[in-house]
T-cell receptor, first 114, second 114 residues
Framework: AQSVSQHNHHVILSEAASLELGCNYS??????LFWYVQYPGQHLQLLLK??????LVKGIKGFEAEFIKSKFSFNLRKPSVQWSDTAEYFC????????????FGSGTRLQVQP | ETGVTQSPTHLIKTRGQQVTLRCSSQ?????VSWYQQALGQGPQFIFQ???????GRGNFPPRFSGLQFPNYSSELNVNALELDDSALYLC?????????????FGSGTQLSVL
């Protein structure tokens, strides 16, 4: 079975601060990795994804994530956060089981103060 | 907007009742997945339908069942409701293909079981 851990449950930052949200997964095979974001009152939307190739992936709104296979990690980063980045962030993994089901972490609530 | 619509947006039921939740997929998408998101948790995979057939199921009992129609709309049915079924139910549509795993989520149905 695969699982996803997000160790930061609630993060509070000031505008312009740098962000790094941790994500670790447990799955022994090939995985696809995702970060989804849920802005207040909105639906979940894809921020970025990793399937293969360059382990540093860039997403929308200046976000990036680095896949480190040896550490089973896929941490999300942004050099300078904005107030509009206030949202809940979910890491997810899809092991190639043929079932195409995403396993989500419990989420990190990011609050950016102006 | 994702093109995925869910109805109703909110629902209140009592324990033991049955409920049907509906989802209209984004045009052209042949796959629909349902997720349960309890308060403070990440979405948890319930099941997925591809071309009207169940294509994978998470750790949910048989009283959770689904249907996908030829127009790719979908229903989630839950029988014998329990208090723990109170959650946000998310529908996500996608195109099943060799690589693309991007899910488009609806805004969800908030179910409260009293």
């Amino acid at each position: 079975a695969q699982s996803v851990s997000q160790h930061n449950h609630h993060v509070i930052l000031s505008e312009a601060a740098s962000l790094e949200l941790g994500c670790n997964y447990s799955y022994g095979g090939t995985v696809n990795l995702f970060w989804y974001v849920q802005y207040p009152g909105q639906h979940l939307q894809l921020l970025l994804k990793y399937f293969s190739g360059d382990p540093l992936v860039k997403g929308i709104k200046g976000f990036e994530a680095e896949f480190i296979k040896s550490k089973f990690s896929f941490n999300l980063r942004k050099p300078s956060v904005q107030w509009s980045d206030t949202a809940e962030y979910f890491c997810a993994v899809n092991g190639w089981t043929g079932r195409r089901a995403l396993t989500f972490g419990s989420g990190t609530r990011l609050q950016v103060q102006p | 907007e994702t093109g995925v619509t869910q109805s109703p947006t909110h629902l209140i039921k009592t324990r033991g009742q049955q409920v049907t939740l509906r989802c209209s997929s984004q045009s052209g998408h042949n796959t629909v997945s349902w997720y349960q998101q309890a308060l403070g948790q990440g979405p948890q995979f319930i099941f997925q339908y591809y071309r009207e057939e169940e294509n994978g199921r998470g750790n949910f009992p048989p009283r959770f069942s689904g249907l996908q129609f030829p127009n790719y709309s979908s229903e989630l049915n839950v029988n014998a409701l329990e208090l723990d079924d109170s959650a946000l139910y998310l529908c996500a549509s996608s195109i099943t293909g060799p690589v693309d795993e991007k899910l488009f989520f609806g805004s969800g149905t908030q179910l409260s079981v009293l």
